[in-house]
């Protein structure tokens, strides 16, 4: 059953990246030139998605992966030209759509604007979850995590946003802007209360690779849950 923690912050990450911030993240998941500070988050969010890439098998043949909250799709291209069946999904059709549109032709990626969560998905070897929980509470962040793990026989890999001097301090910063300039709130979680958490909420998995990326104005930790 859907907290209602979950399903309220879903809700706002789909009105903010749908009506206010589809071209910036259009612009920032480009070649396009942009400001110093957003240089940064895209090379902190390059560097975080090779890390996840590189946790994967190099050869997906015959697997299916579930990129959940796909955004505008790079790593669901990745994935797929290793020959991995891939499932991109996002609340953000916008995203979802640039995605499409720019993805070469040819590949298995079937994208879809919805919950990550939905039954109807399947089951899969592989799960990405790069930074489409970093608004969340920590128990929610366990709670998805459970149920992703429900319907993968493999990994997920997910990043959450590190609770550090550094990251309060950005994000301090980031409140003295006007609100219709602003991304949803990101939610600091402390690393061993989150680690503990998904040990409770997922008994049967354990805790494999991680790896915290701190660039500029990006910083995103990863973590590796192994359900197989």
């Known amino acids: 059953m859907v907290t209602a923690t979950y399903d309220r912050f879903r809700g706002n990450l789909e009105t903010y990246f ?3 911030a589809a071209k910036a993240w259009e612009q920032l998941t480009s070649d396009a030139p942009v400001s110093g500070i957003r240089a940064t988050v895209r090379a902190g969010r390059t560097e975080m998605r090779n890390t996840l890439l590189s946790w994967l098998p190099h050869d997906m043949r015959g697997l299916r992966l579930l990129d959940a909250g796909c955004g505008t799709g790079a790593l669901a291209v990745e994935a797929a030209q290793r020959g991995a069946h891939v499932v ?3 609340v953000a059709g916008s995203l979802v759509a640039i995605g499409r549109d720019r993805a070469p032709a040819g590949l298995a990626i079937d994208w879809r604007v919805g919950d990550m969560l939905d039954p109807a998905l399947g089951r899969f070897d592989h799960v990405v979850a790069m930074d489409s929980l970093i608004h969340y509470q920590p128990r929610d962040i ?3 995590v459970a149920r992703l793990a429900e319907n993968t026989h493999g990994s997920i890999a997910m990043t959450f946003a590190p609770r550090t001097v ?3 301090a950005m994000l301090g910063v980031g409140r003295l802007f006007p609100r ?3 991304s949803p709130a990101i939610l600091p979680v402390r690393d061993r209360h989150l680690r503990t958490l998904i040990g409770q909420t997922v008994p049967h998995a354990r805790i494999g690779r991680d790896r915290r990326i701190s660039a500029g104005f990006y910083t995103s930790h990863a973590l590796e849950v192994v359900t197989a």
């Open 142 to 144: 366990a709670w998805v």
């Open 18 to 20: 749908d009506r206010t």
């Open 88 to 90: 991109a999904i996002d």
């Open 166 to 168: 550094l990251l309060a």
């Open 180 to 182: 219709a300039d602003k």
